[in-house]
């Protein structure tokens, strides 16, 4: 008798939970179905958000595509063009970085929360230069290089180290591909950031140049290409 009322007290009790919860539903229903009403909102803009950006990278990517295929365009008439399978062709190299720089800059000025954007702009600055426009290139790849991805940022650099070296300010070169060389990364590997640096340093500082070769040598000299680059670097570099 005991067992059974112990038992029943039990689904009382849980009766009694369930009404209670059903007196509140009741009560409370409005504010159940805002909640939940806002939950579906809040996971619905985020969805579109998601898809949204998704959409944009994806229009990004292929403008940006466009842009990188008219920058490696070959130049020559069409006719040579088109015997060599070479695609669009441009009659001048200003003519083609021109037209590359124009695209370059659609992607920085459409999507510029993209990543695309960020090789975009890298890529205006390499334009720039290759124009002629050395102080505005010097500008666009220093705020490149503020990039908080850092592929984009060492790519800004490296492309910024190289017109540096172009108009003489050998010395500020130096300090940008040795900090790259001291932070590799995928885009601009080690090895590669002190070839370049002893490649700038050539001309002027000669010995400095040895020391940075010899240093690439003594950590990448098991590497076929790299080996093969350093003897003639070396064959040919000034006393």
Not at 38 to 62: D, F, H, L, P, S
Not at 118 to 139: E, S
Not at 149 to 159: C, G, N, P, T, Y
Not at 183 to 209: E, F, S, W
Request: with cysteine; proline share 3%; net charge neutral.
């Amino acid at each position: 008798m005991d067992r059974y009322t112990r038992h029943q007290l039990k689904q009382d009790d849980f009766q009694e939970k369930i009404e209670a919860l059903q007196v509140f539903a009741e009560e409370h229903l409005k504010e159940i179905i805002i909640i939940c009403a806002a939950v579906i909102i809040v996971a619905g803009a985020a969805w579109g958000i998601k898809t949204y950006y998704a959409r944009q990278e994806a229009a990004a990517n292929t403008e940006l595509l466009n842009a990188i295929t008219t920058f490696h365009a070959y130049v020559g008439s069409s006719q040579e063009s088109s015997l060599m399978g070479a695609g669009e062709s441009y009659p001048t190299a200003s003519a083609k970085y021109q037209k590359a720089l124009t695209q370059f800059s659609e992607v920085v000025k459409n999507y510029p929360h993209t990543k695309a954007a960020g090789y975009a702009l890298v890529q205006m600055g390499v334009c720039q230069a290759q124009l002629g426009n050395n102080a505005t290139a010097i500008k666009t790849l220093q705020d490149a290089g503020k990039d908080s991805d850092k592929e984009i940022a060492s790519q800004a650099r490296f492309a910024l180290a190289g017109v540096l070296a172009k108009t003489g300010k050998i010395d500020e070169a130096g300090k940008i591909l040795q900090a790259l060389a001291e932070h590799p990364t995928t885009m601009v590997p080690r090895a590669t950031a002190l070839l370049t640096m002893a490649d700038a340093y050539r001309a002027t500082q000669p010995k400095r140049a040895r020391e940075i070769y010899q240093q690439v040598q003594k950590e990448f000299g098991s590497d076929a290409v790299i080996a093969e680059a350093l003897k003639q670097q070396l064959a040919t570099l000034p006393e």
